[in-house]
Nanobody, 115 residues
Framework: QVQLVESGGDLVQPGGSLGLSCIAS????????MGWYRQAPGKERDLIAS????????IYDDSVKGRFTIARDNSKNTLYLQMNSLKPEDTAVYYC????????WGQGTQVTVSS
C-alpha cells in the first residue's frame, strides 16, 4: 500500500525554523522526482520545492528560494524540507508527493507561523 506520512509541523514565530520529514512506504522514492507542496487556507495546493532522483538537482519556487532546503535519503525512503526564516505567509499544510504522476496524498503536516 502506497503511503506518504508527513511530520514536523508546528507553531513557530516569524524568523524561526522547522524541519519537515516525509516517510514513504509501499514504493521506492529512489527513482522518482519528489516534491514538497503546500496549501494555505482558501488556496490551491502548490509545488514549492522539488528534487531529482539521480543527481539530486533542486528547484524552488521564488517564494521559498534561499530560505527552504529540500533533501532526500533514498536509503531511508524519506524526503526532508528544512525551512528557515519563516514568514506568516508560509502558514499552510505541507505535503510531499511525486512530482510526475501523483500518488495518494498523505494527511500533510500543519505549519503555522505567528507571533
Amino acid at each position: 500500500q502506497v503511503q506518504l506520512v508527513e511530520s514536523g509541523g508546528d507553531l513557530v514565530q516569524p524568523g524561526g525554523s522547522l524541519g519537515l520529514s516525509c516517510i514513504a512506504s509501499g514504493f521506492s522514492i529512489s527513482d522518482k522526482v519528489m516534491g514538497w507542496y503546500r496549501q494555505a487556507p482558501g488556496k490551491e495546493r502548490d509545488l514549492i520545492a522539488s528534487i531529482t532522483s539521480n543527481r539530486g538537482t533542486t528547484i524552488y519556487d521564488d517564494s521559498v528560494k534561499g530560505r527552504f532546503t529540500i533533501a532526500r535519503d533514498n536509503s531511508k525512503n524519506t524526503l526532508y524540507l528544512q525551512m528557515n526564516s519563516l514568514k506568516p505567509e508560509d502558514t499552510a499544510v505541507y505535503y510531499c508527493n511525486s512530482v510526475f504522476g501523483s500518488l495518494a496524498w498523505g494527511q500533510g503536516t500543519q505549519v503555522t507561523v505567528s507571533s
